[in-house]
């Protein structure tokens, strides 16, 4: 059985730290690219932040580039997102998902974020104060 789990979400101040961690399991980690969304209520799903660990490539959306940083142990079947100077507006319920690497496009990227994940977690949400 496919599992993506997501753990560390939370309440913190603005321009506090919090690290996300996205436990995968049931299908063959380094055949996949790992991607980072968030949804706000109210608003559409965000695809943040990828990782392709067997291809050392990354990806970052605009809002985060430069705050947030994606890694991945591949040991433990698990991907990171650190979240530095956190802001009230990225207040949201934090997803993970696994898409494959191999396809006609490039899985980590804006493309890929929004039309090649196969399977998802439920998220964790994490609230910022101001």
């Known amino acids: 059985e496919v599992q993506l789990v997501e753990s560390g979400g939370g309440l913190v101040q603005a321009g506090g730290s919090l690290r996300l961690s996205c436990a995968a399991s049931g299908f063959t980690f380094d055949d996949y690219a790992i991607g980072w969304f968030r949804q706000a209520p109210g608003k559409e799903r965000e695809g943040i932040s990828c990782?392709?660990?067997?291809?050392?490539?990354?990806y970052y959306a605009p809002s985060v580039d430069g705050r947030f940083t994606i890694s991945s142990d591949n040991a433990k079947n698990t991907v990171y997102l650190q979240m530095n100077n956190l802001k009230p507006e990225d207040a949201a319920v934090y997803s993970c998902a696994a898409g494959l690497r191999v396809r006609g496009f490039q899985t980590c990227s804006a493309y890929g974020l929004a039309f090649g994940m196969d399977y998802w977690g439920k998220g964790t949400p994490v609230t910022v104060s101001s």
């Open positions: 990782i392709s660990a067997s291809e050392s490539i990354t």
